[in-house]
């Protein structure tokens, strides 16, 4: 199996921040990699797939980055709707998904 | 506009088999590159990726649970069926299902509301 980890575990950012969030595969998967984003008690989001592609109607404030076994998700100004969990997950083999990073704004 | 909702029982005892239907609107499975998926989510954990079917009927599954699970879809209803066997408290989670987009990989761009399932006797 692929393990995938991502870092830090929780952020607490201030609005207008950049942040970064990395997410390490414990195997090179390329550029099969996505992001998504999750909201209390709601369903997971695509932000982001093949690494950098950003999914339509996503905020362009949002970037991915990174190939191989090293990827990152980028905010580049945080907004207060920008509070939630993210996720990255490889689909190289099969799917998995990292452990999460909570973001609280 | 695609759209997709998970139904099912809410409860399930341990060694009992879990059934879940997601009904789906938007495409079709009929239609040549769409694929369904199913992840779970335990509660304060992170997403697990379950299987999928595609618009051919093949199917993958994670091979971690293989051996407990079966998808099968209905096209003319637009559904799609996952079956877990011996269903342990552990399996506790949201179920989530999920379309992926015709002929990409695994990963999903609409995803359904969820349902959680407790295990419990």
């Known amino acids: 199996d692929i393990q995938m980890t991502q870092s830090p575990s929780t952020l607490s950012p201030s609005v207008g921040d950049r942040v970064t969030i990395t997410c390490r595969a414990s195997?090179?998967?390329?550029?099969?990699l996505a992001w998504y984003q999750q909201k209390p008690g709601k369903a997971p989001k695509l932000l982001i797939y093949?690494?950098?592609t950003l999914q339509s109607g996503v905020p362009s404030r949002f970037s991915g980055g990174g190939s191989g076994t090293e990827f990152t998700l980028t905010i580049s100004s945080l907004q207060p709707d920008d509070s939630a969990t993210y996720y990255c997950?490889?689909?190289?083999?099969?799917?998995?998904f990292g452990q999460g990073t909570k973001v609280e704004v | 506009q695609i759209t997709l909702k998970e139904s099912g029982p809410t409860l399930v005892k341990p060694t009992q088999t879990l059934t879940l239907t997601c009904t789906f609107s938007g495409f079709s499975l009929g239609t040549h590159g769409e694929g369904v998926g199913w992840i779970r989510q335990p509660p304060g954990k992170a997403l697990e990726w379950l299987g999928i079917?595609?618009?051919?009927?093949?199917?993958r599954y994670s091979p971690s649970l293989k051996s407990r699970l079966t998808i099968t879809k209905d096209t003319s209803k637009n559904q799609v069926v996952l079956t877990m066997t011996n269903m342990d408290p552990l399996d506790t989670a949201t179920y989530y299902c999920?379309?992926?987009?015709?002929?990409?990989?695994?990963?999903?761009?609409?995803w359904g509301q969820g349902t959680l399932v407790t295990v419990s006797s």
């Open positions: 093949k690494a950098s």
């Open positions: 997950q490889q689909y190289d083999t099969y799917a998995t």
């Open positions: 195997q090179g998967v390329g550029t099969w």
């Open positions: 079917v595609y618009w051919d009927d093949d199917k």
């Open positions: 999920a379309h992926r987009p015709p002929y990409e990989l695994l990963w999903f761009d609409i």
